[in-house]
């Protein structure tokens, strides 16, 4: 069989043709593992983690933060698609793989999750992640297999290029049970087989990834081992290292908390049986920002109210910026990262979390629910497993759906339509989930539908100095 190029780094993965007789459709596999296979982690007993790594034993941390967006209700509102921080281009890209007209709007977007590995001597282990709510979007280096599958071009009618069945809503299914079988956003899995953890601190080439043009390489800023892909036939047909395995996703799930706005305030309900980590609520303006914190976070079931921040006596952008950079940066450290992988994080999302006008909430998950909602299997199984993520929950408040709803209505005026398109095309990442709300608010008007297929496929990716 001659493998076929189809699109963005994911020309040359390890493709199966499978035919689907009911649906005489042929889709390509990322073959391997099933859905769902290999054990997730124990989870690890609290623990008062070191700064750094002792130098002994095997040890794996991972950080990552999932993004939601919410009326003022608490609703999630899908179209969390969009991309906002480029991805260099060594990246194999299921997103961007074939020519998609649209996309699947969901809500909630799962982003940079990075797992580091540690260990006092080289060795080899076998890693995959699942996210059975959702579909594994990008990752890097390559993986033995992945799933859901995507199609080879022309393996139906009207496919001139290769497709994504979950990703692309205009994909020509050749009937409804196939679309029920092979379209759900779910079962997502990425198995990366054999991964080489190479001795600690030896020096390999890694992929260019400038900072200038991407936040990619503040998570290379750690002290963890250097892993190598050898197995996995790779797009380039040489080994792949990096400082750390990376993916990303697209789901539909509940998170661990329900986040509601009023006039001035916030309520945070925690839904799970665990505690939830540190907790803030930010307001940024253009010009400058301020944020409150809640150290010991929200116990199982309790509710809290707490007062939003005021931009009236806001400190200047750089000031506040520190000030939460720092903040953020203990509560990471306290929820058992070691202190270069917070700082890590911090520099790789500060732009997004810190200095993006808006109101928001941050708070760390706990790893119960992380284990449960995506699964990671190491095997030899690792002395210790620590994995941080960080919900960021960007809130539509009651003045932000007022202006947008008045926006929304000018779309039904030609005398308005160009500048109500231009409210929204200014939100970049979040104009379809805000938008989706004020048409939700305004009854679905069928006039919204045309400007919403628009901003559903518009692109959204800007590079660090946009």
Request: glycine letters at 10%; one cysteine or more.
């Amino acid at each position: 069989m001659t493998l076929r190029s189809f699109g963005s780094r994911l020309a040359l993965l390890p493709l199966v043709l499978a035919l689907v007789p009911a649906c005489a459709v042929e889709i390509v596999s990322g073959g391997g593992a099933e859905p769902g296979e290999g054990n997730p982690p124990s989870v690890p007993e609290p623990s008062n983690e070191p700064a750094a790594y002792a130098g002994k034993g095997f040890v794996v941390h991972e950080w990552g933060t999932d993004t939601v967006v919410v009326g003022s209700d608490g609703s999630l509102q899908r179209g969390l698609h969009h991309e906002e921080e480029d991805l260099p281009g060594f990246v194999y890209d299921r997103v961007r793989a074939g020519t998609l007209p649209g996309s699947t709007s969901v809500h909630l977007k799962m982003e940079t999750p990075v797992t580091y590995f540690y260990a006092d001597k080289p060795m080899k282990a076998r890693v995959q992640v699942a996210f059975p709510s959702g579909v594994l979007t990008q990752w890097y280096p390559a993986v033995a297999s992945f799933y859901p599958w995507v199609a080879e071009a022309y393996a139906v009618p009207g496919l001139v290029a290769a497709g994504d069945p979950v990703l692309d809503p205009a994909f020509p299914w050749n009937g409804p049970t196939c679309q029920e079988k092979y379209g759900a956003v779910g079962q997502g899995l990425l198995d990366w087989g054999e991964v080489e953890i190479l001795p600690r601190g030896e020096d390999v080439p890694l992929p260019e990834a400038s900072l200038d043009a991407f936040t990619w390489s503040h998570a290379r800023a750690v002290d963890a081992n250097a892993v190598r892909v050898t197995a996995a036939p790779t797009a380039s047909g040489s080994p792949e290292a990096e400082r750390f395995l990376f993916y990303r996703g697209l789901g539909n799930l509940t998170p661990p908390a329900r986040v509601t706005a009023a006039a001035g305030a916030v309520r945070v309900e925690n839904t799970l049986p665990d505690a939830l980590g540190a907790l803030f609520v930010v307001n940024v303006g253009p010009a400058g920002g301020a944020f409150s914190v809640v150290p010991a976070g929200v116990s199982p079931g309790q509710t809290v109210d707490l007062d939003a921040p005021t931009l009236a006596s806001a400190a200047p952008l750089d000031a506040f910026a520190e000030a939460l950079g720092e903040a953020v940066t203990s509560a990471l450290d306290g929820a058992g990262l070691y202190h270069d992988e917070s700082l890590a994080m911090v520099a790789t999302w500060k732009r997004q979390w810190f200095r993006t006008p808006g109101l928001r909430v941050f708070y760390l998950a706990p790893q119960t629910w992380t284990d449960a909602t995506l699964p990671l299997s190491v095997d030899p199984a690792p002395d210790s497993v620590t994995r941080v993520m960080m919900i960021r929950v960007e809130v539509i408040t009651p003045d932000l759906e007022e202006g947008d709803v008045a926006a929304a209505k000018g779309l039904a005026d030609p005398a308005t339509e160009v500048a109500s398109k231009a409210h929204f095309q200014g939100l970049g990442r979040f104009a379809e989930p805000r938008l989706r709300r004020a048409l939700g608010l305004l009854g679905q008007p069928s006039w919204g539908e045309p400007f919403l297929a628009a901003v559903t496929s518009a692109e959204t990716r800007a590079t660090v100095g946009e």
